[in-house]
């Protein structure tokens, strides 16, 4: 085996070396798949691989709650999971490269967490018709839509509609402040909700807008410091709630605002039960919840019991996935103006648009 | 040149070659340490070689690593550090997809628009340097921090023309966005490769194009002889009528030019347009690959391949459950080492061309030889 392993590294190298045309002249080769996965795990049932968007599992939030609803699906169904990660400032090929190993692999139900897999996932869906696929945030017709893939979309800006309520109804200065971690068309709707939410309570109320970094540069969403600096100045400036669209970058801000006697609103998650933020759970009012595991089990379920559906699938107010949480009982006293609003929104009364 | 002797090519490839070993055992005694086997990786890494998709996918990566390599190292070769590359190429690569995918560019022939999407590309590159250059010339600014900051502004910039009121569109149903698409005329046609769902970039031969231009312009023209000339000793250039302002002027506007060019493969034959996931950070790789390649360009060709063989090799590592981060540390280990590598090199050859020569000058006759 030894010896195999030495002769196939000659061949890497030969092929690099020679470049080109070495990799003509490997075409005839057996392709060997994605090989044998490592996981020891019996393919008992359904075999599911995800693909994570940059930050990965671990990141405290968003491929963090990806992650969630694969692991309870897991635990209920009994899976084999292969789960893989980005690098940052890689291209679509490489994303494509990944799906394809998953599908090479046998996993025949393909997960794939934001919307930068939106191209790769509709090549690759087309050439395997077999596999379930299902995208995260993304649903860009003749892109990412196909017979095999299921379109995960959330309305964001209806939960932070309702955030931004809370932040007018709780706010003594009429100031309040939006921390963003990366400025994309996605985090914008989570602005625009949550300004439409303000000024429907209060009309003349000022919002402080700030986005920690712009794209390429995603560490917005992961940079407590940067979280910190920008509550800071929002506070010097009169505001007295801020909601943290901001990931990890979150934690910052919060810190500041406990530091400050301020208040902050967190996302994705109920961030107020988060071990994570124990330490600065008193400052968390409410947090506007994006269940991203809940619509990874969903569509894990969905193709255990034979009930996949492509297409879009909505998660917003109405049906579940996107609400805001009342752990804490700091906005016990507005709860009921605030279910008001969602009432409203959910019959269609308040219409929140998510762009500017 | 020096003379081809077998000792000089084995002193040649014993820094390159050391380095890359030592960069082998240093990532296998991380793995082991974290509990993984190290034979798992060389397995995953034969894996991906046997793959046809991984070694285009490689193939494609070398090309724009290559590209700024070149970019890199036309200012290395004068002394010049252009850490400017990455905001170069980004800045260039949305103004020219902005333009490539303009409704008016249709009418134009196929080989005029892309021509035209190139040279822009260029312009924009070459512009987006001399600002560096013109602030170095001007008020004896740095362009190690002049180009940082320049990065800096230009994703600002890029991020702010990036938006539907301004050059992008945007889809509805996307959280991506990005530049109009640019129709089949503008694109440039990759080579299909049997076994491979990815196509080879078309724009390969440009890379290659542009190595030789830089060999050429390097090695064999009075310009180049004074490129070098200044990043060997500035007082010496200025003595023998080398005007350095200039000197350093045009270096930049090359420099930026070839930046330019970074992100065209990308664009012209597979993104077809400038959004929010084009490739970042190019730049950087490409002060990585010129330094691996000694700004050499058949060296940095060898660099690029490499870099991109690994970077491409990070999936394979996931699905043998071997951390994908051990690219980056290979990657980390191999810029390290080569630079270190090559200085013991160089010491030791000295230390050996001393030694020949004192033994053919340096001994004294004894009295026997002398009086015999």
Not at chain 1, 21 to 49: F, H, Q, V
Not at chain 1, 306 to 326: C, E, N, P, R, W
Not at chain 2, 23 to 50: F, K, N, Q, Y
Not at chain 2, 85 to 114: K, N
Request: proline share 3%; with cysteine.
């Amino acid at each position: 085996m030894r010896r195999t392993r030495g002769v196939r590294l000659a061949a890497a190298l030969l092929a690099l070396g020679i470049g080109l045309a070495g990799c003509g002249a490997k075409n005839n080769d057996t392709g060997s798949g994605g090989g044998t996965p490592t996981s020891g795990a019996p393919a008992a049932g359904l075999k599911i691989g995800l693909a994570y968007d940059i930050g990965g599992r671990g990141d405290q939030s968003f491929n963090d709650s990806a992650a969630r609803g694969l692991d309870k699906a897991k635990t209920e169904f009994g899976l084999d999971v292969k789960e893989l990660e980005a690098t940052a400032g890689e291209t679509e090929a490489q994303k494509e490269d990944r799906l394809r190993q998953l599908v090479e692999g046998g996993y025949t139900t393909v997960v794939a967490v934001g919307f930068a897999y939106a191209e790769a996932i509709g090549k690759v869906a087309k050439d395997s018709p077999e596999v379930k696929f299902a995208i995260i945030d993304d649903f860009t017709d003749g892109v990412d839509t196909g017979a095999n893939i299921a379109n995960l979309t959330f309305a964001e800006q209806e939960g932070s509609f309702l955030v931004g309520v809370a932040a007018a109804l709780k706010s003594k200065t009429g100031n309040v402040g939006f921390v963003g971690g990366v400025n994309t068309p996605l985090i914008q709707k989570f602005e625009v909700g949550y300004t439409a939410g303000v000024k429907a309570v209060k009309a003349d109320a000022t919002v402080q807008v700030k986005y920690l970094t712009q794209p390429p540069d995603f560490t917005g969403f992961n940079d407590p410091a940067k979280g910190e600096t920008a509550a800071k100045g929002m506070f010097d400036a009169g505001a007295d709630v801020v909601y943290a669209a901001a990931g990890g970058s979150g934690n910052g801000v919060f810190k500041t605002a406990k530091a400050n006697s301020k208040w902050g609103i967190g996302v994705d998650s109920d961030q107020y039960n988060q071990p994570a933020l124990a330490e600065v759970k008193d400052v968390i009012i409410t947090s506007m919840i994006k269940e991203v595991d809940v619509a990874v089990y969903d569509f894990i379920s969905s193709v255990k019991n034979g009930s996949f559906k492509a297409g879009q699938k909505v998660y917003d107010l109405k049906a579940g996935g996107i609400d805001y949480a009342t752990s804490g009982g700091k906005i016990d006293d507005i709860k009921a103006k605030i279910d008001e609003y969602k009432a409203k929104i959910v019959s269609g009364e308040i219409k929140v648009a998510d762009k500017k | 040149m020096r003379k081809l002797t077998p000792r000089s090519v084995l002193l040649g490839l014993a820094a390159p070659v050391g380095a890359l070993v030592f960069a082998a055992v240093v990532s296998a005694i991380i793995l082991a340490v974290t509990g993984h086997a190290p034979t798992d990786a060389v397995d995953a890494m034969a894996r991906a070689a046997e793959r046809p998709r991984t070694l285009v996918n490689a193939v494609n990566s070398a090309t724009y690593y290559y590209l700024a390599a070149v970019a890199v190292a036309i200012g290395f070769r004068m002394k010049l550090f252009n850490i400017g590359v990455d905001g170069q190429y980004r800045l260039a690569a949305l103004l020219s997809a902005a333009l490539a995918g303009a409704a008016f560019m249709e009418q134009l022939p196929s080989f005029l628009r892309i021509t035209v999407t190139i040279v822009v590309a260029m312009l924009v590159g070459a512009a987006w340097a001399g600002l560096a250059a013109l602030l170095k010339v001007t008020r004896g600014v740095s362009e190690v921090i002049s180009t940082i900051m320049l990065n800096a502004v230009a994703t600002y910039l890029v991020s702010y023309l990036n938006r539907p009121e301004r050059l992008a569109v945007s889809t509805a149903g996307s959280n991506n966005i990005g530049t109009p698409k640019i129709t089949e005329g503008g694109q440039v046609a990759g080579f299909t490769v049997e076994g491979s769902s990815s196509k080879l970039f078309g724009l390969i031969f440009l890379a290659a194009a542009v190595g030789v231009l830089y060999w050429f312009v390097l090695s064999r023209t009075r310009f180049g002889f004074e490129l070098k000339a200044t990043g060997l000793s500035e007082s010496a250039a200025v003595a023998s009528g080398v005007n350095v302002k200039k000197m350093v002027v045009l270096s930049m506007l090359l420099s930026g030019a070839v930046a330019g060019l970074v992100g065209m493969p990308q664009l012209l034959g597979s993104s077809y347009s400038y959004s929010l996931d084009f490739p970042a950070g190019l730049g950087f790789i490409g002060i990585a690959v010129a330094l691996l390649g000694r700004n050499h360009p058949i060296g940095m060709a060898i660099a690029a391949l490499l870099w991109g063989f690994l970077a491409n090799t990070a999936n394979s590592f996931d699905t043998s459950g071997i951390p994908r981060e051990i690219v980056d540390i290979m990657q980390g280990v191999i810029v390290l080492s080569v630079v270190v590598a090559y200085e013991l090199v160089r010491r030791y050859r000295v230390r050996a061309e001393q030694h020949a020569v004192g033994g053919a000058l340096g001994r004294t006759k004894t009295l026997e030889e002398v009086s015999s």
